[in-house]
């Protein structure tokens, strides 16, 4: 029976048959008897296979999860070729472009930036290039690549990789449009509770085994606990979703129809130059949004630092909403990330309690 995906993340990886746990367990261990499919425990662990499959089976792929987000991003971009062409949006994820700039400067890659929401732009960059990395949306700045045009338009033996954190399996299925790879910091919407540090990367068959080969290699491994803890996050991931998207929408609604905000990036306005894009790839519009105030970018802070029941820290996807703002940091403005942009995540409380501090937020920063 194929299951929907609101039913597989409750339901896969569980043990099974008379007597089995209905959770898997955490299995707490390192070495194996001789003669089994395992021999060390930097090499496999029955935790992280639950954790596997049921991502797997949620992206259309196979599932290899890491110690970290950025752990994947590593075991991914440690597959280009000395020499090879990156193509990339720019901003992005700060991990991200950390390795892209450092690697550039070693020389062992090319990077060339572009702008994501042009896709006939981000093939004509992409020619005779080894690898594409898209993040859509993109973070911090929420813009939208069409990932089923560039994944057609590019060169054959051009990789196709897709960012997924800030989206989840239920939102958007990069695989099924035509990418060979997304990736994911699982500490975020899957893992859902800010406790945690894990990654994933999913793909076919021999991208899997490539990765696990990192994986062993270089000891980028998760714990077993990490892992329980993101298939027990990953269980509630899509009634978390539901009520975290209406909040984002709303949140979006509200700060579009304030004269106090200059701007507001979140794909499920109208107006965003994405959203007929984000409406056909995604299921829904996301639980992410950026936006900026009228006049200095001091505003920004000031108001990030007012908030009373949205926290001020800067991690995201969790089941309490968070307010950031970007623009302060040198890397972001570097990467051409706005100065006076705030990056918020909503979470599952009330949107009455939200609207209303941030409100009282915009009060304190802007006056009025």
Known sequence: MELRPDTEIVHGGRPQGAGSTLNH??????????????????????????????????????????????AAVTAVLDQVPPGGAVVSSKPIYMGTWGQLEERAAQGRIEVRYVDIADASGVLDAARGAALIWLETPSNPTLEIADIAAIAAGRDAGTRLVVDGTFTSPLLQRPLDLGA?????????LIGGHADLLLGLAVGDAACAEAMRAHRTDYGAVPGALEAF???????????RLERAQANAAAIAAFLDADPRVARVLYPGLVAHPGHAVAARQMAGFGTMLSFELVGEPERATALCQAVRVLGHATSLGGVESLVEHRGAKDWERRMGTPPGLIRLSAGIEHPDDLIADLGQALAAACGG
């Open 25 to 70: 367990p955490v299995v707490l261990n390192s070495t194996y008897r001789a003669g089994g499919p395992r021999g060390y425990g930097r090499s496999g662990n029955e935790t992280w296979d639950a954790l596997e499959e049921v991502v797997g089976t949620l992206e259309g792929g196979e599932a290899v999860a890491f110690a970290s987000g950025i």
């Open 229 to 239: 803890l993101a298939l027990r996050g990953l269980r509630t991931l899509a009634v």
């Open 180 to 188: 060979d790879v997304v990736v994911h910091s699982a500490t975020k």
